[in-house]
Each structure stands twice: as structure tokens, then as C-alpha cells.
């Protein structure tokens, strides 16, 4: 992003979304940190929400500080990613969840995703053919985290996020070379609150959600195109997340009052 677009951006952030506090744990180098017209030590890209010792929540941007360098190109900035790395590895807390602006374990075949494929002739995914200006090193960042979450012991691997515009849930069983079956990392789709008809990926691209080919994933619930938000539950031994949906074309907006989840799932920490 270039100069107008950050700067935009800050005046949208700071009209309806507040920074992250200071936080010891967080360097105060990070891109978004620490600038000179905010409060000392706030973040507007990285930060935490920390609920004592019961729980991490890790959110990160990884559009702010995407390079375009072949086999050595980020999403996440190189300081960013040990620091999500290194609260990975704390035991400080029973669970530590990450949550990115991209999710990984689906692809709607565009360009800013962590995975290669594209959208091909017939309307499926492909690598046969090369998507422009997609970068290597993105995967391989991918990989390094989803490395870390798999490898944390006695935690639940937890990744949740909203970009794809669908509620879906998925065990993350491969990435490339890399076995996570015996600690599998939980991807979810968090549901989109307001997506409208022409802004569903399969609308204007002609394709939802699917597994990119790099991985190899266990589609608990597949992508499901309508509003949709979940609420997780957590207590020191398990995460509980319940997935409500709403499909304004079928509900009346009254009946969000009452929703009831159509899906519970229990995820409790091994050993």
C-alpha cells in the first residue's frame, strides 16, 4: 500500500476501531507501532487480546507489510513473524489462538492468498498455470506458522478468520511436506455479519472456497455462502465454538435475536 492508502486507512481505523494497549510482550518495532500521533506503545496492525492466563488471541495484518521478493517475500513483516512465533511457543497461557486477516486453508483463486492456485478456464482451481505477481515466500511464511501452531504441545492448534465471506471448518492434516496428523491445525471460517448478494466469492468470481492443492485438509464443514458469526467458548481444557448462520434472503431479521447454532464442535487440548 502506498502512502494515500495508509493514511486512509488510519483515518477509517481510528473512526471505528480502537488500537491495540502496550502490551511487554508485543516489540514496539512493529510495523504500526509506536507512531508519533498516537499514544506511546499502541499498535494498529499486531496486537493481542489477552484474557489473563486462560487465553491469547494473536491478530495480525497480512496485507500491511507484503513484499513482492520471489522466494524471500512475507505477508507478515520478519519482526512480526518471530513475535507470533515466540508467543506460540510461551506456556504463559492455556491457549493461544491465531488470527489472521488471510485465512489459510481455502482459496478463492485470487491474488493476495497465501497459495498459488487460480482460477482456471473451467472454473476450478489450478496451478498449471502461473498466477501473476503470487510469491514463494508467501507459502513458505504460511508454513512457518502453521509449523509453529502445530508444534505447540498440549495446545489446540486454533486458526479462525472471515476474509473468504463463508462459515466452514476444517483440520489442516498437510501443508506441502509438512505431516500435522498427530496434532492437526483447526481452521475456521468465521462467517461474514453483512455480505451482500454480488459479494459472495462464487457472484463475482464464479467460484466459493475450496482446499488449494498444496494442502491436504479434513472438510469438517464445508464453505457455506451466507451471514453467518461464531462464538467460542473457552474454559482451561477445551474451546467450544457454536456456528450460527442467517440468510437474509430466507430470515427475517427478527429472527437474529433467537438464533440458535446449527453446529457445535468441542476441541479439547491433547494430553
Known sequence: PDGFML????????????????????????SGSSAGDRA?????AFGTLRYGRLAEFLLYDVRRTLT?????????????EEWLKARMAA???????????????????KWGEWYPDILADDGRLTTAKRKPYWQQGWLSQHD?????????????????SGDLHAIAE?????????????NPVVTVLSGPLGT????????????????????TMDERLKPIEENGFIIADLVPGAITLSFFRFDV??????????????????LRRPG
Not at 506511546?40 to 494498529?44: I, L, Y
Not at 513482492?68 to 512480526?80: I, M
Not at 476444517?170 to 498427530?182: A, L
Open 40 to 44: 506511546p506503545g499502541v499498535s494498529e
Open 170 to 182: 476444517g483440520r489442516m492434516m498437510r501443508s506441502g511436506d509438512m505431516d500435522f496428523s498427530k
Open 249 to 266: 434472503r430466507r430470515d427475517a431479521a427478527s429472527s437474529i435475536d433467537v438464533l440458535q447454532p446449527f453446529r457445535v464442535t468441542e
Open 68 to 80: 513482492l521478493a520471489g522466494p524471500t517475500a512475507v505477508f507478515v513483516e520478519g519482526v512480526a
Open 196 to 215: 451482500g448478494d454480488l459479494l459472495w466469492p462464487s457472484a463475482f468470481r464464479g467460484i466459493g472456497a475450496s482446499p488449494p492443492s498444496h494442502l
Open 91 to 109: 506456556r504463559d497461557v492455556a491457549h493461544v489462538v491465531n488470527i489472521p486477516s488471510n485465512p489459510p486453508g481455502w482459496s478463492a483463486g
Open 144 to 160: 512457518r506458522l502453521m509449523v509453529a501452531a502445530a508444534a505447540m504441545p498440549g495446545r489446540i492448534p486454533l486458526v479462525i
Open 7 to 30: 493514511n486512509l486507512a488510519r483515518a477509517t481505523r481510528r473512526l471505528y476501531y480502537p488500537e491495540f494497549l502496550p502490551d511487554a510482550r508485543r516489540p514496539l518495532g512493529l
